[in-house]
């Protein structure tokens, strides 16, 4: 579970000057999604060869006329929600203004912890006004220069410090960790409500599961999982104008942390670009996931109902043929039995390791069937192969030239691989190796 870095603060401060300058290189994993992502509010960010997310919460745009104050709860309720630590940038140029008080007020309210990032101190100069930023009671201002990159690497070295411990351990390895991501009102509460009531379990939310309060732990049949559901958080707060764009970052930090993403739909709508991109989201992430059609029992249904959805949803998410699809209704309670079933069995495939050994005979049966590409009078060889990885199956293919190994090859030994392996519910990911 990578950490999370969330900077609020007022506009024009420099957001995300320093959010572009932490992010490097690495920004945005689904830059081509339409919306959201064009805006750049997330990013992988390195530090030392350690990973962590992080937010833009003022790339969030609203309308023009909304109040800036109403804007900026929004930011600080989205860090506040979502977040490891919160980076608070003011304008070190400045100095403080009422906006920057009415934030930390906000922020206050939190128990995560909050650095206060004053920017714009391009110089060793640092101006007396500077120290007014102590009346916020954050604790002592960190001087930075996103544009000139001054002083980041100490904030760097600050904003590991304020990790929570063990990040990654901070829940059992036998707890499924499950995302309940999609529009809202499709009916993701109504089904987390359904699973949790029919189990009669007590519900607990976990210690030290500080990022949201809507993590829910559940222990079914002897299994343990731990759902995390972004429709809660969005009913808690006044989220208004914003609500997709919000919804769609949530489901993003949700989808981050899961070992399986139910996509929920109402069936009634069909797929829309919000689902695709949360969809999209949730296969880049490399997560296994079930595409869940809810409300089924809305639609009126012959015996060839259920085949033309299959295709809509097939063709919707073109990416994500490897995913099973559910129609069920969270009001009849029509098949929601199988969502668990179907959640053990994704993880279970998501999880799956084949041997060297076999996965080379596999890759030779399929180059025997199907000769590889060549270019230029030189042909692909793939000299042999190794799975590297789980959640999701990845795998290292070492070749004579990378640049032969074309799209629909890999795509065809793709196919040849989930033929014998199965690997259903999860994408698998493919690298590709020169070896001299
Ligand atoms: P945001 O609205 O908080 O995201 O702010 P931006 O990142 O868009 O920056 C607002 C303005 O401040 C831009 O003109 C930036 O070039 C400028 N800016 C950002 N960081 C610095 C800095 O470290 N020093 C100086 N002098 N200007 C900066
Ligand atoms: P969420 O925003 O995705 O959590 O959606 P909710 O669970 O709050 O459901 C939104 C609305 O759809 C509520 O009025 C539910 O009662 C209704 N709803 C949810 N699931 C179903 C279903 O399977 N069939 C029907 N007819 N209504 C449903």
């Avoid at 959010?19 to 290189?25: D, P």
């Avoid at 343990?224 to 006044?238: E, Q, V, W």
């Avoid at 919000?274 to 809810?294: F, R």
């Avoid at 129609?327 to 998501?350: C, G, H, M, P, W």
Wanted: proline share 4%.
């Amino acid at each position: 579970m990578k950490p999370i870095v969330a900077i609020v603060g007022r506009p024009n401060v420099g957001k995300s000057t320093l959010f572009n300058r932490m992010a490097g290189e690495r920004i945005s994993i689904v830059e081509d999604t339409p919306g959201v992502t064009r805006d750049r509010i997330y990013a992988e960010a390195e530090w030392l060869g350690k990973y962590f997310t992080i937010i833009d919460t003022g790339g969030i745009e609203t309308k023009t006329d909304e109040l800036i104050p109403q804007k900026m709860r929004e930011q600080a309720e989205l860090a506040m929600d979502t977040a490891d630590v919160i980076l608070f940038v003011v304008d070190g140029r400045l100095g403080m203004t009422p906006q920057d008080r009415e934030i930390a007020i906000m922020l206050m309210k939190t128990k995560k912890p909050v650095l206060l990032v004053a920017n714009k101190i391009d110089n060793n100069n640092i101006p007396d006004y500077f120290y007014d930023f102590y009346e916020l009671g954050l604790g002592e201002p960190i001087p930075v220069s996103a544009s000139l990159a001054l002083g980041t690497g100490d904030l760097l070295d600050e904003i590991f410090k304020n990790f929570p411990e063990d990040s990654d351990t901070e829940m059992d390895e036998d707890v499924i960790k499950v995302a309940i991501v999609g529009k809202p009102n499709a009916g993701k509460s109504s089904i987390l409500n359904k699973i949790l009531g029919e189990e009669r379990v007590i519900v607990s939310p976990i210690a030290g599961t500080t990022r949201d309060a809507i993590d829910t732990y559940i222990e079914m049949d002897g299994k343990k999982y731990l759902f995390i559901d972004t429709a809660g958080i969005r009913k808690k707060s006044k989220v208004s104008d914003n609500i997709e764009k919000y919804s769609v970052i949530r489901s993003y930090t949700a989808v981050e942390r899961a070992d399986v993403v139910l996509i929920v739909v109402d069936s009634e709508e069909g797929i829309t670009e919000q689902d695709s991109k949360v969809a999209g989201i949730a296969h880049d992430a490399g997560k296994a996931s079930i595409v869940i059609m809810n409300k089924w029992d809305l639609l009126e249904k012959d015996n060839s109902t259920v085949k033309a959805y299959t295709k809509t949803v097939r063709e919707e998410l073109p990416f994500m043929l490897y995913a099973p699809i559910l129609f069920v209704s969270a009001l009849t309670n029509q098949r929601l039995n199988k969502i668990q079933e179907n959640i053990d069995f994704v993880f279970e495939e998501s999880s799956k390791r084949v041997s060297t050994g076999v996965l080379n005979d596999v890759i030779g049966e399929a180059v025997l069937l199907n000769q590889p590409p060549s270019d230029k009078g030189k042909r692909l060889k793939i000299y042999y192969g190794t799975q590297v990885g789980v959640k999701p199956p990845t795998f290292a293919l070492f070749v004579n030239e990378k640049e032969l190994f074309h799209f629909s090859y890999q795509r065809y030994i793709e196919n040849k691989l989930r033929e014998n392996f199965g690997f259903e519910g999860t994408p698998i990911k493919i690298y590709i190796r020169e070896k001299g």
